[in-house]
């Protein structure tokens, strides 16, 4: 459910009812259903709001008519603010996560959607993660692992399987993911970027590599990280079957992506990818943890404190996350069998 606090309640319930949803997928949600009754209601949706002991029941019992949730610690729900930081919200959207990531990684679900969280929230219930990223990773107990942002091919329609771009550093300053580049996570980036484009269906990924500085150091003139760390990795990556090429100049190479060149972006920073990415399709866009054994995806966008519980909060992304983790988990079931 994300934070009760935000905007992850009422866009759940603004497409539970949706038939792409029912499509795509059975879904069940974990969070407070006090919560979830209040945004049907403020969303119009006339679904009952039944809270089940386990997910297996919540499988059995959730259709469009009947909103199945799997319910966590209770809220105290007139401490509950729209928009306010509060420890109990970010427990609430903690417990919330691990919930549903251990029973994922039981076999009892095929994939999860998370709905945003706070990171401020988080913190002040004690949990120490920058976001659901480094969170999901320690509770699957993975080193290697990425934050990709996904276009699926109705918003990039020159792709041939939609376009994805993974992020080398994450959720740390600018400062920091300068200082933390590396070859050798340059080049885990690019293993991950090759798999992942694999499995939305890109056959023999093209991968482009994203400089760090502008005009890709200019032989140096501007920096050297594209001489002594990004160029290095390229050749790595591609020594290991990756169709990777780089250093390119981020300025020139998001427009090349989107027009059908590459498959994949790896880029150096945050902001580096997410500023595109979200420019072209910010209600469209999916997050997608890469490196996990299950499949994750959420929404792009933050729990929008200004907009929480004014019933006006965009649904396109909740839509667009849950039909790219449904198709990655056939995918990933086809694989196996």
């Not at 935000?6 to 969070?31: F, K, L, M, S, T």
């Not at 970010?90 to 999860?112: D, M, N, P, S």
């Amino acid at each position: 459910m994300g934070d009760p606090a935000g905007v992850g309640p009422e866009v759940i319930a603004a497409v539970w009812a949706d038939e792409r949803v029912w499509h795509a997928c059975r879904p069940v949600v974990y969070g407070d259903r006090t919560v979830l009754s209040r945004a049907a209601a403020l969303r119009g949706l006339t679904a009952d709001t039944v809270a089940v002991a386990s997910a297996e029941e919540g499988f059995d019992t959730a259709t469009p008519q009947h909103l199945a949730c799997v319910e966590g610690p209770p809220l105290d729900q007139a401490a509950l603010e729209p928009g306010v930081v509060t420890a109990q919200t970010g427990e609430a959207a903690y417990q919330a996560i691990v919930a549903a990531t251990r029973l994922t990684l039981a076999g009892g679900a095929e994939g999860i959607v998370t709905a945003p969280i706070s990171k401020a929230a988080l913190h002040a219930a004690g949990h120490d993660y920058p976001g659901h990223t480094e969170l999901l990773a320690e509770l699957c107990g993975v080193s290697e692992f990425a934050m990709m942002l996904y276009l699926p091919p109705a918003l990039a329609p020159r792709t041939r399987a939609g376009l994805g771009v993974i992020h080398t550093t994450l959720h740390t300053s600018l400062r920091n993911a300068i200082d933390s580049l590396s070859i050798e996570g340059i080049v885990e980036k690019c293993l991950l970027a090759h798999d992942a484009a694999t499995a939305y269906g890109a056959d023999e990924p093209r991968i482009g590599v994203a400089a760090l500085n502008p005009h890709a150091g200019e032989g140096g003139l501007f920096g050297d990280e594209e001489i002594r760390l990004i160029a290095p990795a390229v050749d790595a990556a591609r020594a290991r079957g990756v169709s990777a090429t780089g250093p390119h100049p981020v300025d020139t190479l998001m427009g090349r992506a989107v027009a059908g060149e590459f498959d994949a972006v790896v880029a150096m920073y945050h902001d580096q990818g997410h500023i595109a990415l979200k420019l072209l399709g910010m209600h469209g866009a999916v997050n997608i943890t890469l490196g996990l054994p299950i499949v994750r995806t959420s929404v792009a966008h933050g729990t929008a404190p200004d907009k929480a519980w004014k019933g006006v909060a965009e649904t396109g992304g909740m839509i667009a996350a849950i039909e790219a983790a449904a198709s990655l988990a056939a995918r990933r079931q086809s694989s196996d069998d």
